[in-house]
């Protein structure tokens, strides 16, 4: 089992009667601490009880620490910097892969970085961002072929996030089951996806909520989803602009369009795990104020078929009644005590005290 487990010291908080009924586990080391024996469904995937944190003190070696959750022999790796609407399409890549997303550090490759896609062996990398991003990191990686074992690398590049988004559109097969269109510079549509995809992975694009470009459209036309979504902020696509969306991404067919509000992105993580979950061993939270974490965590989520919530130093009601329904027996927490806060640990606890 990897790190060092300690036992924490709530009972004096919470009294005994909580503390039997759940299993408390803290990170002390660079690995992510975790309970429970090896589950024989899928190797590699440890069993999970009580509340898990995953904790570091920045975005990238989080995204590091939740990679590490996933077995070696992944279809891809995506590789994305700070930039919330990059990291909103990069995780739609990723859930689509099959594999985690990597959150880039701001000086470019770290060894923890190389040496965790050393142990991933992924048959493609995908790096996300902009031109001039994207060839620095590519020109990075190929001074790690050793490690690489061969693996393809490819760019998902452009100039905004429209044209990023349209790229990495290009990378995926026509006929996905849906692709999500999301509203330019609209962090909570950003954020709503996020809580999406790990129930149904699929392309996220970036759209101008008066009129889509070109490259948007060309992307749907490529994409050709069977089922649209259409996922509006604070304002929403004109009529125009998501008539036209609907239009090439149809090409003559008839498409359901689900229109999803992101102005409380739990309603919508709930209302999808009401569609397609019955019962789930797990869950993972994650803080609107840690939106690089909350993007790696759909990836895994996704990898691990776990639903994903959001959360701060409070635990929404919502949440904690679904992740009830869903009979879930462990809770995976990411990011640091200053960001989650030890309320919304108490609160997780609680649940799963039940």
Same mark, same amino acid.
């Given at each position: ?7 924490? @010291? ?23 601490? &975790? #309970?429970? $024996? ?7 995937? !440890?069993? +999970? ?45 990723? =859930? ?24 991933? +062996? ?9 031109? #001039?991003? =994207? $060839? ?12 690489? /074992?061969?693996?393809?690398? &490819? ?7 429209? !044209? ?9 097969? +026509? /006929? ?25 992975? @699929?392309?996220?694009? &970036? ?24 996922? +509006? ?23 359901? &369009? ?34 690089? @974490? ?15 919530? =959001? ?10 009644? !679904? ?5 879930? !027996? ?25």
């Amino acid at each position: 089992m990897p790190g060092t487990q300690r036992r924490s @010291g709530w009972s004096t908080a919470i009294g005994f009667a909580v503390v039997l009924s759940f299993v408390l586990v803290w990170r002390a080391a660079p690995e992510p601490v &975790v #309970a429970g $024996d090896v589950c024989g469904a899928e190797v590699g995937i !440890e069993c +999970r009880t009580g509340l898990v944190r995953v904790a570091a003190p920045d975005a990238q070696t989080r995204s590091l620490e939740l990679s590490r959750l996933i077995p070696a022999g992944v279809a891809a790796v995506v590789l994305a910097g700070r930039n919330d609407e990059e990291l909103a399409v990069a995780a739609g890549l990723a =859930t689509s892969m099959g594999g985690p997303l990597l959150v880039l550090p701001a000086a470019g490759l770290s060894a923890a970085l190389i040496a965790e896609l050393d142990r991933l +062996r992924p048959k493609t990398v995908v790096v996300v961002g902009s031109p #001039a991003d =994207t $060839d620095r990191v590519i020109g990075l990686l190929a001074g790690h072929e050793d490690v690489l /074992h061969g693996a393809r690398i &490819v760019a998902a590049a452009g100039l905004d996030a429209s !044209e990023i988004s349209a790229s990495a559109a290009q990378l995926l097969p +026509r /006929h996905v089951a849906v692709a999500y269109v999301i509203g330019d510079h609209d962090i909570l549509s950003a954020v709503t996806v996020a809580t999406l995809v790990p129930y149904e992975p @699929g392309p996220v694009l &970036v759209a101008d909520y008066a009129a889509a470009a070109g490259e948007t459209l060309g992307a749907l036309s490529h994409l050709a989803p069977r089922r649209l979504v259409s996922v +509006r902020g604070r304002n929403g696509f004109s009529v125009e602009a998501e008539a036209t969306m609907i239009h090439y991404a149809s090409a003559g067919r008839l498409i359901p &369009v689900d229109r999803v509000s992101a102005v409380d992105p739990n309603e919508a993580a709930v209302q999808a795990t009401e569609r397609f979950r019955t019962e789930a061993s797990e869950a993972y939270l994650a803080p609107l104020a840690d939106t690089a @974490g909350l993007f790696a965590a759909a990836a895994v989520a996704r990898h691990l078929h776990a639903p994903l919530f =959001t959360t701060g130093f409070d635990l929404p009601e919502p949440v904690t009644a !679904e992740i009830s329904r869903l009979g879930a !027996e462990s809770v995976v927490v990411v990011g640091t005590d200053a960001i989650v806060g030890q309320r919304t640990q108490l609160e997780v606890s609680e649940v799963l005290g039940r």
